[in-house]
């Protein structure tokens, strides 16, 4: 069983169209990450989180620690935006790895 | 402002040769990060570093290593190459006592 789980696993989607992609995970946090790889591509960082909601430009990540989920939506949607969309979890600070999620592979059509 | 740098960007190898990856981390960062991303798979933890100590260890082989300079760059020496090492390997980098990873572009390793 993976540490953390991304739903759904793939999302085709119209352009304009309200996104959003959900990560569950099993194990005590301190940060969570959503990242960015187009296809063939480096990773980027959206978004770390640490608790509440946090917002750039059209993308929008919330975490609720309790129950141990995060979404990251997506407003007005763009052909620009299709990638892989891909949830990383830490336990602790100072090197300790990341588990990452299964990914989430989105493709916005014009 | 400045990233994090991985050389090469693109390596090619044969089977049972020796491979050996760089990063250089955004600069006061102290923490590296090594990943490894097969074709269609999620990246994998490998190693990392914080202060030049090896500080967490994931599913990395016995014939790779890694180590941590006094400049805070980071090599992953890999030997004995196999076809199955072929991938993309992300470093990222941080500042030790914050969470937030900044992802390299990535060295794509081609074994023939």
């Known amino acids: 069983k993976n540490e953390v789980e991304q739903s759904p696993q793939n999302l085709t989607a119209q352009e304009g169209e309200f996104i959003t992609i959900n990560c569950s995970y099993s ?22 989180l640490s608790s509440g909601k946090k917002k750039h430009g059209r993308l929008i990540a919330t975490i609720n620690i309790q129950e141990k989920h995060s979404s990251l939506h997506i407003t007005a949607s763009h052909p620009r935006d299709s ?15 990341f588990y990452f999620g299964t990914g989430t592979s989105l493709t916005v059509i014009p | 402002a400045a990233g994090v740098i991985q050389s090469p960007r693109h390596l090619i ?8 990856l760089k990063c250089y981390p955004i600069p006061r960062h102290d923490t590296v990060y090594w990943y490894q991303q097969g074709p269609g798979q999620d990246p994998q933890f490998l190693i990392s570093f914080y202060e030049k100590m090896q500080s967490d260890k994931g ?28 991938a993309l390997y992300f470093c990222a980098s941080s500042q030790g006592g914050l969470l937030e990873q900044y ?5 794509r390793l081609t074994v023939t």
């Open chain 1, 27 to 48: 194990v005590g946090i301190s940060a969570l990450h959503w990242l960015q790889q187009h296809p063939g591509g480096g990773i980027v960082s959206l978004f770390m």
């Open chain 1, 83 to 97: 990638a892989v969309y891909i949830c990383a979890v830490g336990l602790v600070i100072f090197g300790n790895q």
């Open chain 2, 13 to 20: 190898k044969e089977k049972r040769e020796t491979a050996t």
């Open chain 2, 59 to 86: 599913s990395i082989p016995d014939r790779f290593s890694a180590q941590q300079f006094s400049d805070y760059h980071s090599e992953l020496n890999m030997s004995s190459l196999e076809l199955g090492d072929s």
């Open chain 2, 103 to 107: 992802f390299g572009p990535g060295t």
